[in-house]
């Protein structure tokens, strides 16, 4: 692929997100390497010895691909059975495994388990990429909001752990607005954990005016779990499942449990998240202009059939079970959870209100739209129309990259582009200039 | 293309036509390619060579100027022959081989002689499909290239934009290369930097302390005076709007300016020129566009709606102005050009002036224009007919087609009230004058019916009214109650329609009777 003013220096870019790691080369116009964010353990315990095999290939490639790249991992694996088995990668974590926990290294879009981030950064040389870190200049995407220390230990990890040659940190809504093709834009980035709304100017971002929900693909999974709940339906997740026969529709399943013991909470959410995925991407729909149950009552029903045999048609529901996003009015909340108030528009509303008065038509004219949950259908024209209401008198643009792969890895993308420019080559941090420097060289990326 | 090249091996007559009798061009298309990829369609065996052969020689012989074509043929197809016909060092090896010529597995060594031999009888034969003609598509002969390449090595590189001595590799096909060819990118913005004295004697200002001051230019620095970015990094010991940080920054490049060239110096002028920068105007400026953006959704809806209206009467205007001129102009009797201007008699040397008094709907200039008009007029026309203020029809026309008809509802009446005093339906002699008079004594006549009309209805509502009061007092004086009934019936519209009376009507009643 020919870049304008590109200059290839064989750079790696890394996004790691709230449910997906991306990584490959920069250059390259899709990720390489993409995987479940998610590291699953197992206590160092007497279940240690009757793990088959197959489960042990994972981190023992990882030990072999650290031992490779730096003597850090080496030593960090050099001692098995005191530390808890680790499993990265879709392969690992997606099999059942007794006791397997799985977490995320993000907590609110900030790096808290460092150990899991280490795990997935491992996975991502020594398996996703087999590439030597010492190679390749490595471009790691972060939230606009990381705050300083967070970005202080990124350099210290990237430098002290990997020995990379130059290291960046791109910020997210930046490059995304760089995947739009844009300097100046308003990032609205629906992810699996939030929708943030970050103002960017000439590729830096505007951190006073950045407001985020946790109005994501979690809120929706939540939303209909807890709609299918009302509906009456038994929710089994495919790995409780040993066999089904088909039924009628509405009838009740019938299926043969699998025998899973000692599966861990964290585990059986992840196996609920992957059937509401599915029915997220198969079901769920936005409507497209204000909701209302009559008229959306009429549309046509979809039907879906749960990994226990269970099948039915889903009409109203369908639109209803994400309204929330749009309308605090519809959106269902637990007993004693905290309902969220706000919606996607207001926080686009107030985030351009914190704009200077100077930017606030720049950025009502250049929204750009990504993120996985932007992906449900309906969410762009939606938005449309609840901004043209809101913002009376401004010309709203949504800029919303059309294929699901581009929304997707949209910050990804973004530092594909950026790190294979050449005159990107100025910017990177050096290992010279955190040798001088130390840590605190972070600031040197606004 | 292949039907034109068919068609040019059927009219010659080739052998190529006989093969192709039975066959699509589409198919001998394909069974040729097919025989050059050694896949032995058409060429089954060695002993079809001959006969190929000989009917090429035969072919020959017959038409002498292929002799020619067969040159061209060799020209244009046999490179593209060429790279089939593998050298004997480059056979594939058997296995391939088999699999390529069908089952057909010879000894190795007498392979190669023998695809040799095939291959050239191959050439032959398909100089005889194709009829010994060049194909349509020229196969152009490239110059050989040049046996040397550029080598392209992994190589570090240093960037001079750079501070320190970052090497980062790339693919380049110059060993020597100096510098990254983006070095030049690396332009930074011009900020001026400043001593502790030079702080002290020029800088100071009560607002800013210094550590705000060097904080706010390091930012200038770092970000090259974006200041939307400069002011939501900045964190300075108060809180400050991005006026107040242009405003800072801008003075205290301006101070420095001056400091450093004197006021007088024409560089320093230019230069504080450039750092130029009003705070209270921009204030102002922030002031309107937030009173802009802060308009409700009705005030902007009624904006639209007087810009609307706005719009619309600029584009009627014109169509406006242009009806004006018109009845102007009709009024002017189209005798005089619009432009003319109307000489202004003193009104008081007009004898005929006090006779005439000026209309309500018309302005006193109007009016004078138009008395000049008729004035002039008057000398040489008929006074005052009605004719003239209309517009007159282009071509030739009956004058008593102009004169005004009477209303239906008053004709049979009008026409006998004008029998009476023995005027016809049209006038004996229709001059001008006279046409004009008629129509005034019609439209008089007509005026005197409608009064009389009037006075007959209003008689009769006299009458009524005495009639009620006489009622009403011998009510009175009977002691008996008044039949309310038909009393305000009868006089509330009467009393409605009393002013409806027009006072035009009532004056043509007078000139009438006058």
């Known amino acids: 692929m020919v870049v304008f003013g590109g200059d290839e220096v064989s750079a790696l870019v890394l996004d790691v997100g709230s449910r997906l790691t991306k990584a490959g080369y920069a250059g390259e116009d899709m990720p390489k390497g993409v995987f479940s964010s998610l590291v699953g353990t197992i206590p160092a315990s007497g279940a240690d010895m009757d793990v088959d095999v197959d489960a042990g290939a994972g ?19 050099s001692a098995p059975a005191a530390k808890p088995r680790r499993f990265v990668g879709d392969t690992e974590i997606f099999r059942w495994r007794e006791g397997l926990e799985l977490r995320s290294p993000l907590e609110d879009g900030v790096v808290s388990d460092w150990d899991a981030l280490e795990a997935l950064w491992d996975h991502v040389y020594a398996r996703a990429l087999r590439a030597e870190p010492t190679e390749h200049p490595l471009l790691f995407c972060e939230p606009s909001w990381n705050p300083r220390e967070k970005r202080e230990k990124l350099c210290e990890l990237a430098f002290e752990k990997y020995q990379v040659p130059a290291f960046y940190l791109g910020r997210s809504a930046v490059l995304s607005a760089f995947a739009a093709g ?15 709304v970050v103002p960017v100017y000439d590729g830096y971002v505007l951190k006073k005016a950045i407001r985020r929900a946790p109005l994501g693909g979690d809120f929706v999974s939540d939303q209909i779990r807890m709609t299918l709940e009302n509906l009456g339906v038994e929710l089994v997740p495919q790995f409780m499942v040993a066999s089904k026969m088909p039924v009628d529709p509405q009838a009740p399943p019938s299926f043969v449990r699998a025998e899973r013991p000692n599966t861990t909470k964290s585990f059986t959410e992840f196996g609920m998240e992957q059937l509401l995925q ?19 009552r009429k549309r046509p029903q979809r039907s879906f059939e749960f990994p226990n045999g269970f099948n039915r048609p889903f009409g109203l529901d369908r639109f209803k079970c994400v309204e929330g996003l749009f309308n605090p009015q519809y959106a269902l909340t637990r007993p004693g959870a905290e309902p969220i108030q706000t919606t996607i528009t207001r926080l686009i509303a107030e985030c351009t209100g914190e704009c200077d008065f100077d930017l606030r038509s720049t950025m009502i004219n250049n929204i750009v739209l990504t993120g996985g949950n932007s ?15 809101a913002l009376p008198g401004a010309r709203v643009k949504v800029h919303a990259a059309g294929g699901p792969l581009e929304r997707r890895f949209g910050p990804w993308i973004g530092g594909s582009i950026l790190a294979s420019l050449g005159s990107f080559h100025q910017l990177w941090i050096s290992k010279q200039q955190y040798e001088e420097m130390g840590p605190s060289v972070e600031k040197r990326i606004h | 293309m292949l039907e034109i090249q068919a068609s040019q091996t059927s009219a010659f007559g080739g052998p190529g036509a006989g093969l192709g009798d039975g066959m699509s061009p589409a198919a001998a298309m394909a069974r040729t390619s097919s025989a050059g990829s050694l896949s032995g369609d058409v060429v089954v065996g060695a002993d079809a060579v001959p006969q190929q052969q000989q009917q090429q020689q035969q072919h020959q012989q017959q038409q002498p100027h292929h002799q020619q074509t067969g040159e061209i043929l060799a020209e244009f197809v046999l490179p593209t022959l060429q790279p089939r016909t593998r050298p004997a060092g480059l056979q594939p090896v058997p296995g ?15 392979q190669s002689a023998r695809a040799f031999r095939k291959q050239a009888s191959l050439d032959a034969s398909i100089a005889a499909l194709t009829g010994g003609l060049p194909p349509v598509v020229l196969a152009r002969r490239w110059p050989a290239a040049s046996t040397t390449c550029r080598r392209w090595r992994w190589q570090p590189f240093t960037n001079s934009a750079r501070t320190d001595s970052l090497a980062l590799g790339h693919w380049s096909s110059d060993p020597n290369e100096a510098d990254s060819r983006f070095a030049a990118q690396g332009v930074q913005a011009q900020v001026m930097r400043f001593t502790d004295e030079e702080y002290d004697t020029h800088l100071k200002d009560p607002a800013w302390s210094k550590e705000d001051t060097e904080h706010l230019f390091a930012l200038c620095r770092e970000l090259e005076l974006r200041f939307y970015v400069i002011a939501d990094r900045f964190e300075g010991s108060t809180p400050r709007t991005i006026e107040d940080l242009k405003d800072r920054y801008y003075s205290v490049s301006r101070a420095l300016v001056a400091a450093r060239h004197g006021a007088q110096d024409p560089q320093g002028k230019l230069m504080t020129a450039k750092y130029a920068y009003d705070k209270t105007r921009e204030i102002e400026r922030r002031r309107i566009i937030e009173k802009l953006l802060s308009r409700t959704p009705e005030q902007i809806e009624e904006e639209e709606i007087l810009m609307h209206e706005l719009k619309k009467r600029a584009a009627s205007e014109e169509s406006w102005n242009r009806e004006r001129e018109l009845i102007l102009r009709s009024l002017m009797n189209n005798e005089l050009p619009p432009q003319t201007a109307v000489p202004l008699v003193p009104l008081s040397t007009d004898p005929r002036k006090k006779r005439r008094p000026l209309r309500g709907d018309e302005t006193p200039m109007m009016a004078q224009g138009v008395d000049a008009i008729r004035r002039r007029n008057r000398d040489r026309e008929v006074d005052d007919s009605p004719l003239r203020k209309e517009k007159l029809p282009c071509g030739a026309f ?32 229709p001059t001008a004058a006279v046409c004009a008079k008629f129509d005034e004594v019609r439209q008089l006549a007509v005026a005197l019916l409608e009064t009389k009309k ?23 004086a009977g002691g008996r109650k008044p039949a309310a009934a038909a009393g305000p019936a009868l006089s509330a519209p009467l009393a409605g329609k009393r002013p409806l009376v027009s006072p035009p009507v009532q004056r043509e009643h007078k000139r009438a009777r006058n």
Do not use: C, W
């Open chain 1, 278 to 296: 599915e029915f997220k991407e198969t079901i769920v729909q936005i409507a497209e202009s204000r909701f209302d149950e009559k008229s959306y």
């Open chain 2, 96 to 110: 391939h081989a088999a699999a390529d010529e069908r089952g057909a597995a010879p000894a190795p060594g007498a």
């Open chain 2, 398 to 429: 009956l004058r008593t087609s102009r004169i005004q008809p009477i209303k239906i509802s008053l004709q049979t009446r009008a026409t006998a009230l004008l029998d009476e005093y023995r005027i016809g339906a049209r006038p004996n002699m």
């Open chain 1, 375 to 389: 992906l449900l259908p309906g969410f762009a024209d939606r938005l449309y129309t609840e901004l043209h209401l």
């Open chain 2, 454 to 476: 009037l006075v007959d209805k209003a008689e009769h509502e006299l009458k009524v009214a005495h009639i009620r009061r006489k009622t009403l007092k011998d009510d009175l």
């Open chain 1, 59 to 77: 981190p023992r490639a990882i030990r072999q691909g650290g031992d490779a790249a730096a003597g850090g991992a080496a030593a960090a694996a």
């Open chain 1, 182 to 196: 844009k300097p100046s834009a308003l990032v609205v980035d629906s992810g699996a954990a939030f929708t943030s």
